[in-house]
């Protein structure tokens, strides 16, 4: 099926405030307030590439595993979407706070803040998964997928409502899926394996993709096959 994803053995989850805010844009429930000024310079960002935000809404993918998506497409800019998303998670405090950036996004987003994005979630029996798209020119892509987890990022603490959870992070590249692509994983040290998050960040022709799967099923394997078929779909939607 068109936009279908993934025959993996994904099993809803209820993503914890600590891991759910490495999602990224995931979009998972209101849509962001886009004021008129703001949507003009979305379309007119849109524009430079010529993709539009409602293009990249239907390069998302519909169902994964032939289950449907949890909520409606976020769509607006990447930095409105991306904060929508997370906003709804509750005060996250990140320490050493220099690794918050690296802790809840994976890549550098500074230069994809202004650009269009779009968003959709999914949950798959016992596993939550997202897909987030955003334009981006080859140079800004590759400025965005360049940077690497600051040193002294790659074990971090988040402390939420009182409790402190301790994460590990490791970062690889990845061929085979776009022009360049690597792939995220945090694992809370000593967690459940429900807490363990596997993300895969890529660039196509004029956009950014990422796939996050978070669960008990969640493993490098399985977000590099659902990257490829992210990617092949979203590449072909956008041609």
Known sequence: MAGGGWKGALGTVTLTVAMAGLVGCSGGGGHPTVTRSASASVAKAAAVEGITPAMLKKALLTRVNGVAAAAPVSTGKYASVAQASQGKQGAVQVTPKTCTVAATQGFNPTVLAGAPAAAVT?????????????????????TALAGQIPTGCTHYKEKVDGKTVAYGITEQTVTGVGKQAKALNVRAVGGAASD???????RGAGFIGMVTVIGPNAS?????????????????TLA
């Open 122 to 142: 999914f949950h798959v029996a016992s596993n939550g998964v997202s897909e987030v798209l955003v334009v981006s020119s080859d140079k800004s892509a590759a």
């Open 196 to 202: 363990n998050l596997w993300s895969l960040i890529y």
């Open 220 to 236: 490098e394997e399985a977000v590099q096959e659902l990257g490829q078929q992210a990617y092949a779909f979203a590449a072909k």
